[in-house]
């Protein structure tokens, strides 16, 4: 893969932080990082790479971001058997159960989710998560 697609949507900033974490990650190893907002990434660039990330804080009650990030994840499904995918997010509230609905959601529809569900944080994300964040970004670089 010569290029690693993150695609994120972010109100505050913290999923944002996660995604640059990912690109930094990919960057580091050797691999070119696009880093996107969602409104600027297509699905038809992640149909043509064996991975990607897409990050999404928790909204409302524990959901996805809905005029943007959901109809974008909903196109993804269709793209996403055999892919291997970052799922991230950050949350205020809950216990993270937004992303275990889209770790199960990605799996269902074809997809290997690298990491399952590791790449959250409450809040800004702390050095843990973003060397996490990193890490992930380096394991799509080598696919």
């Known amino acids: 893969m010569d ?3 993150v695609v994120y949507w972010s109100q505050s900033g913290n999923t944002q932080a996660m995604a640059e974490a990912i690109g930094k990650g990919a960057s580091d190893a050797g691999k070119e990082a ?3 907002f969602v409104s600027d990434a297509s699905v038809n660039d992640l149909a043509g790479v064996k991975g990607f990330a897409l990050g999404c804080p928790a909204m ?3 959901v996805l971001e ?7 994840v909903s196109s993804v499904e269709g793209i996403a058997n055999g892919k291997t995918i970052v799922l991230f997010g950050s949350y ?3 216990d993270g ?3 275990r609905e889209w770790v199960d959601r990605m799996k269902a529809a074809g997809a290997t989710v690298l990491g399952g569900e590791e790449a959250i944080c409450s809040g800004y994300p702390g050095d843990d998560c973003l060397a996490t964040c990193e890490s992930l970004g380096r394991q799509l670089a080598s696919l």
């Open 92 to 94: 205020g509230w809950g």
């Open 60 to 62: 409302g009650a524990e």
């Open 66 to 72: 809905e005029d943007e990030m959901e109809p974008f």
């Open 34 to 36: 696009s880093v996107l």
């Open 3 to 5: 290029k690693v697609y």
């Open 97 to 99: 159960q937004w992303m």
